[in-house]
């Protein structure tokens, strides 16, 4: 890029231009660099019964030397001792992988569908998907609330067509199994949009000149049509992965009391224990863990532009 | 000395023996899409070995055509018969045909070789097979050094090639090539037409062409088929459709050409029979030597080709017939030749090309001029169409 800016006679630095280029910069700088210092600070101070909750980590410019050496990554520590917390850590990974697991086995043949649709009811299917947006999602998790309890509507359906007794209740509700329902449903459309796009793209002649030299079409499509996908999957996953890892409130409302998810356990640390410390440790671990699937999702759309 | 119509390109033409069997035989293939006829009623019998152009305008169903071969499309009505069974509802990947896309159609996360083996694989050929077949492929469309790139790190010319490979691997009963060469450059379309040819001639292979582009369909085939609007229009090798054109359309469809309406003033000789016909066109007289294909005040037209036409100065000795007199309005260089539009005294215009034989010429014809058309007796030809 360099090389280019110097010897194009258009691309010669400008004031303007570097005002446009520092927006994005100056928004992460505020909204997101900042915080997590902020957060990352009081990860390594200690509780206090204080407004804010948590001993003062840095006193003027004065105070360097202490700062350092009051420096504690017991907080750290602490986590890897609490079984809790790895616990924790590892059941949020496995409730995400599973979900985006069962996301990408429904959403593919939905975007599969949608991708292979008539060319004009391709916009209304693509309206179809985002619709439920128009409501709020704590009001779509609150309504799965209301399907799944015991005396939901479930029950009542079950009940009515005979597949269960008048006394039997559907024992969902404050499950894993409900936890699961409700990330699959709020997080489908974020599934489908990037499979979508990407199978839109794909030359249909593709597969007849598969079919023509030899191959069926269930073949055809492992052979051709989903590794072409594949960027759209990648990207899908990661964007379904990465949130649901820290999801707290479909747990929170759908989950049972041995539903373990670290958004909730950080939710607990914050405003159950008041102990900011510890929740702001839990948290940069979490950012740590999940820096890693955000480069494989970088790294593949660098590769598909 | 018996005269005969153009150069021969091989001794090959199973079409007039009677008692050949046809290798493809498309029978009264007709296909609509909704109310839209693309394939009306049609018939025709292509035989083994054979190159064969399907010619027409964008529009006259011959990827339709081509495509219920393949498999793509099922004919509304009819049947396509190969080798004599008829083929109607095998799936694509059941027929013993091989395409060539327009698009090239190459699958873009393969490799060239992976592209070429694609085929063979479905086969479950044993793999040592596989990279001998798809070695000797390589060789055969000179990409051995391009094995293991992507399609989309190649020139168009050598994903052409590499298209071409691809079909060619499975060393199909025919190969269908849908435009094959339209995404290339005039200089490599030309190179390709006789690569085409000599692959042809040396695999021993039917190949079923599609195109739009007169001369590649002239370069190539052994026969072509002019289609319009559904239906096919003359049935000949490339020297009779130039030469002898069976009506306006396939006439004026192939190369240029003077056509001047008129009515058969008199025929020398019964219809069906070698004579000289004369002709009335608006005040020109014509006359042509041809097996008559008309009777007396019959409007027909008569056609000349413009390289037939001789263009002179000076006035011929006879000028009563096959003789026209005109201004010069507009003239194309061509570089092989020149092209000369004539205006006549009223207002029709008659080409004649001249081939530019030497550098250096005593006295150019210019805008303006007034010049001498004339053509022999065997040059035109009466179209009954």
Known sequence: MASVSETHPANKPNPARWLVVAVPYVWLLLFFAAPFLIIFKISLSETAIAMPPYTPLFDGFGAIGDFVSELDFDNYLFLTDDPLYIEAYLSSLRIAVISTFLLLLIGYPMALAMARAPTMLRPTLVMLVILPFWTSFLIRVYAWIGILKPDGLLTLLFQSVGLLGADDQVQIFRTDYAVFIGIVYSYLPFMILPLYSALEKMDNTLLEAASDLGCPPWKAFWKITFPLSLPGVIAGSMICFIPITGEFVIPDLLGGADTLMIGKTLWTEFFGNRDWPLASAVAVILLIMLVVPIMIFQNQQKKVT | ?385
């Open chain 2, 1 to 385: 000395m018996a005269k005969s119509l153009g150069p021969v390109k091989r001794k090959f033409s199973p079409w007039t023996d009677p008692s050949a069997v046809p290798f493809i035989r498309f029978e009264n293939i007709t296909k609509r899409f909704g109310t839209f006829t693309a394939v009306d009623n049609l018939t025709l019998d292509i035989y083994e070995r054979e190159f064969f152009s399907l010619l027409g305008p964008s529009g006259c169903g011959k990827t339709t055509l081509m495509r219920m071969l393949a498999g793509f499309e099922e004919p509304t009505e009819g049947r396509i018969l190969l080798q004599g069974k008829d083929i109607s509802g095998v799936p694509p990947y059941r027929r013993p045909t091989n395409m060539m896309f327009q698009s090239y159609a190459l699958f873009p996360h393969m490799t060239v070789e992976k592209n070429i083996a694609f085929g063979l694989e479905q086969d479950n050929l044993p793999k040592g097979e596989i990279a001998t077949r798809v070695e000797e492929m390589l060789k055969l469309v000179k990409l051995e050094q391009f094995a293991k790139r992507k399609p989309n790190q190649l020139s168009g010319g050598q994903r052409q090639r590499v298209a071409l490979a691809r079909s060619l691997a499975k060393r199909p009963k025919v190969l269908l090539l849908d435009e094959p060469l339209g995404a290339l450059d005039k200089k490599l379309r030309e190179e390709t037409q006789f690569e085409l040819m000599d692959l042809q001639t040396k695999l021993g292979l039917t190949f079923l062409i599609v195109t739009h582009d007169q001369e590649e369909a002239m370069t190539v085939s052994d026969r072509i088929a002019v289609m319009d609007k559904g239906l096919i229009m003359q049935v000949a090798t490339p020297a009779e459709i130039y030469e002898a054109p069976n009506s306006r359309y396939v006439a004026d469809f192939i190369g240029d050409i003077n056509i001047l309406e008129g009515t058969v003033a008199e025929t020398g000789s019964a219809l069906g029979a070698p004579g000289t016909v004369r002709i009335d066109c608006d005040g020109i007289a014509v006359s042509v030597e041809q097996e008559c294909q008309a009777v007396k005040a019959d409007k027909v037209a008569f056609a000349v080709r413009p390289e037939k036409v001789r263009i002179s100065p000076d006035q011929p000795s006879n000028t009563s017939v096959n003789a026209v007199y005109g201004e010069v309005w507009d003239i194309g260089y061509l570089g092989d030749f020149s092209v000369f539009l004539v205006k006549l005294a009223d207002g029709r215009v008659v080409r004649a090309a001249q081939a530019n034989v030497s550098r250096l010429v005593d006295r150019p014809i210019t805008f303006g001029d007034m010049v001498w058309l004339t053509w022999p007796l065997d040059a035109g030809l009466v179209l009954t169409r």
